[in-house]
């Protein structure tokens, strides 16, 4: 990733040595916040530096051009190096040395005879541009359809090339397009997310390489190392409410996990009807100001209450594999609170499944939550109801 950051670089350097670079020569027309315009006639002998809203630069130039402003045209030939900071800008004619420039959109038309830097929101080589040296473009979206001599370095959101490269070519973005008219007489190494869309018709004489963008890379290490560590925590959670939930309550929870046994359909079809009815009433309770607080404790009630619901299914589906595979008795204390973890890492592992995974979590809710509300219905101030011990 050298060249991204190569690229980054000179990015920031353009528009700093376009606008601070130092002024020696003539000031062929006045700083002025307006039409600036330099017409063709006797070269300008020595440096030119023109600021305006509008620059247009149509005479030759002995030294080097800086300019700035809100549009900035050059059709001249520029003897030295042209530094442009605007924004819009349109570099045409023939460049004697190098060009730096950065702007909204930045144009190149003209010839340049060693190497160009430039920088915007877009950045467009029309066919008629001829870089004799290295191009180093930097931008949202950047189009190469001129000829480039030496190596060519791009950075954007979106690049498309169409036009000769004699050396290798080092982009880094998002989305890269390689047309029928592109010729790449060197190697074409990129990186991006996804691969370069080359065209049959398009010619690459040297390798072509594609590497996944190492920041990218990283974050998804580190994203899924911490969706690992979240998904484990949950799941340490989930045990210790469970277990605490049978040692503080273990009638209950016994009972409640058995009513699953006894009425399936019925606890699915009244599970299915408290979480639909359950957040209605609290919204509606919500709607005076007395009936807010009441409204945010359903809200609480019905959390927890999702979530026993799923602990008694969990403990369900461990005491029936604990009566299952021991065949004496009943499980004791110890046995249960094992098989109710064995259950929550089963369910854990079914939930990882695409679209039935999700089903059977679902239904594993809705099946507690109405087995739960049935016991304590049907027991609810009952002294006589009958011990989890038998």
Not at 337 to 356: D, K, Y
Request: proline share 4%; hydrophobic share 50%.
């Amino acid at each position: 990733m050298d060249s991204c950051a190569r690229l980054t670089r000179t990015c920031l350097a353009v528009a700093t040595v376009a606008l601070l670079a130092p002024a020696p020569g003539a000031l062929a027309a006045d700083p002025q916040v307006g039409q600036t315009v330099v017409q063709g006639g006797p070269a300008v002998a020595s440096d030119l530096y023109a600021f305006g809203g509008g620059v247009d630069i149509q005479a030759d130039v002995e030294g080097d051009l800086v300019a700035a402003g809100g549009r900035v045209v050059t059709t001249g030939r520029v003897k030295g190096n042209l530094m442009v900071a605007a924004g819009s800008v349109v570099a045409g004619g023939n460049v004697g040395r190098n060009v730096r420039t950065a702007g909204g959109a930045v144009t190149i038309t003209g010839h340049v005879t060693r190497n160009l830097n430039a920088g915007g929101g877009t950045v467009v080589l029309t066919p008629e541009a001829v870089i004799d040296g290295r191009a180093r473009l930097v931008g949202g979206e950047v189009r190469v359809a001129g000829r480039i001599a030496k190596k060519l370095y791009a950075a954007g959101a979106v690049i498309v090339l169409a036009g000769e490269f004699l050396g290798d070519v080092e982009l880094v973005a998002q989305e890269i397009e390689v047309l029928p008219t592109a010729r790449i007489k060197g190697s074409l190494t990129y990186w991006s997310p996804r691969g370069a869309k080359i065209d049959r018709k398009a010619k690459i004489q040297g390798r072509v390489t594609h590497n996944l963008p190492e920041l990218p890379r990283s974050l998804t290490r580190t994203g899924t190392a911490l969706l690992t560590v979240s998904r484990l925590l949950f799941m340490a959670g989930l045990i210790v409410t469970g277990v605490a939930l049978y040692l503080l309550f273990p009638d209950f929870t016994v009972l409640a996990s058995r009513t699953i046994g006894s009425d399936p359909i019925k606890s699915l079809g009244i599970g299915l009807l408290l979480v639909v009815a359950m957040p209605a009433i609290a919204i509606l309770t919500m709607l005076t100001i007395l009936g807010i607080p009441l409204g945010l404790i359903l809200f609480v009630l019905y959390f927890a209450a999702i979530l026993v619901g799923f602990l008694v299914t969990a403990f369900f589906l461990g005491d029936v594999g604990a009566r299952a595979f021991l065949r004496r008795g009943r499980p004791s204390r110890t046995a249960r609170v094992l098989w109710l973890i064995l259950a929550l890492a089963v369910l854990a592992l079914a939930n990882q499944l695409p679209i039935a995974g999700g089903t059977l979590m679902a239904a594993a809710v809705l099946v507690g939550l109405g087995a739960m509300s049935l016991h304590v219905w049907r027991h609810w101030g009952d002294p006589d109801t009958p011990s989890a011990a038998c």
